[in-house]
């Protein structure tokens, strides 16, 4: 049995949280219950080795899905009866042409979704079912999403939507960088609370340092994020002052900050409030999109007008249910298999 769990951070938003009265919405709230949303950041193809369990090396079928960190995130939150939409470039070829394929089957709107030619390429992972030796190759040289600029952003009319999206990834390079920057400052001017999955991946990044400075100019802007304990512990500069920087964060400019920590479960923090929850046990088949899946479960709890607790809780299992299942956008729950799996299961973990 492997313990499958989600951690996560949210961040800036204690004003919209307090501007909450007794017989009214938080703004946070209100905005959220519009359940559309603006994702920014790569679809990519997913390579699965086939069957479960075996060996990248010694695979001689391969199950093709959509993957990329916020394009999952658009499938969790269609999947709960959200609405998504992504902005992100992809090559112009066949592979970028079966992400837009992937996009349409999973009903999430790609208006702003351009074609990169060139030398540019989709990002592809091969990765594999397994837990033991799992095996993750990520190819992501050249990568178009990074060429998302200024002109895709501009293309959107934020106040069309409840909330914008993103992950760290997206930062990791120019000029997807600056414009996501730019994207945050326009999301802000049309009044939207903004979420971050702090989602660090070394292999993206030209310097630890580089990473760290980006990550905590982020974090300061954002209304909600969400990392585990070693992403916080990056951004403080030390692992041990990982959960100083999440509670510093949602003291002073966040709203919500889900610190996960694996099996021990999570810790979420508002200006006010620490719940301390544990996770929902499974015997997981891969380690891979866990955090996806608890971004969609838990921002569509919010949504449909759950607590902080029980959308964590959702999220938790939400995130549950994808380990334990082959592939990632394939294994995003919907709603009825979503409770079907918490009537199913007696109970989350003790907290640490």
Excluded at 5 to 16: C, Q
Excluded at 112 to 118: A, N
Excluded at 233 to 245: E, N, P, T
Excluded at 328 to 335: F, N, V
């Amino acid at each position: 049995m492997v313990n499958a769990s989600v951690l996560v951070a949210l961040g800036s938003v204690p004003r919209l949280i307090h501007a909450a009265t007794d017989n009214m919405a938080s703004p946070l709230q209100q905005a959220l219950a519009q359940k559309r949303f603006v994702v920014i950041g790569r679809a990519g193809m997913d390579f699965y080795a086939d069957p479960p369990g075996a060996k990248t090396e010694e695979a001689t079928h391969f199950f093709a899905s959509l993957g990329g960190s916020s394009a999952n995130i658009c499938v969790a939150l269609s999947k709960l009866g959200c609405a998504a939409s992504l902005v992100t470039r992809v090559s112009d070829d066949a592979i970028g042409r079966f992400c837009l394929n992937q996009l349409d089957a999973y009903g999430i709107d790609r208006r702003f979704v351009s074609r990169e030619g060139g030398e540019y390429r989709n990002s592809l992972a091969v990765v594999e079912s397994r837990i033991e030796d799992h095996q993750s190759v990520i190819y992501r040289n050249g990568a178009a999403d990074f060429q998302m600029d200024q002109r895709d952003v501009e293309a959107v009319d934020f106040s069309a939507f409840g909330a914008l999206i993103t992950t760290g990834t997206v930062l990791a390079a120019e000029p997807s960088r600056s414009a996501a920057f730019y994207a945050f400052d326009l999301a802000k001017q049309a009044g939207l609370p903004l979420i971050f999955d702090v989602d660090y991946r070394p292999y993206s990044w030209v310097s630890a340092e580089d990473a760290a400075e980006t990550y905590s100019r982020a974090g300061e802007l954002c209304d909600v994020i969400v990392g585990n304990d070693v992403e916080f512990g990056f951004m403080a500069g030390g692992y041990d002052r990982g959960l100083s920087k999440a509670r510093e964060l949602a003291n002073s400019t966040a709203s919500i900050v889900v610190y996960k920590m694996g099996e021990e479960g999570a810790i979420t923090i508002t200006p006010d409030n620490e719940i301390r929850t544990g996770i929902y046990p499974v015997t997981a088949l891969k380690p891979t999109g866990a955090g996806d899946s608890f971004m969609g479960g838990f921002i569509a709890s919010l949504a449909s007008g759950s607590d902080i607790e029980t959308a964590v809780l959702r999220g938790s299992a939400c995130a549950s249910i994808v380990v334990a299942s082959v592939g990632c956008a394939p294994a995003m729950p919907t709603e009825p298999e979503l409770e079907a799996f918490l009537s199913s299961h007696a109970g989350v973990t003790t907290p640490v």
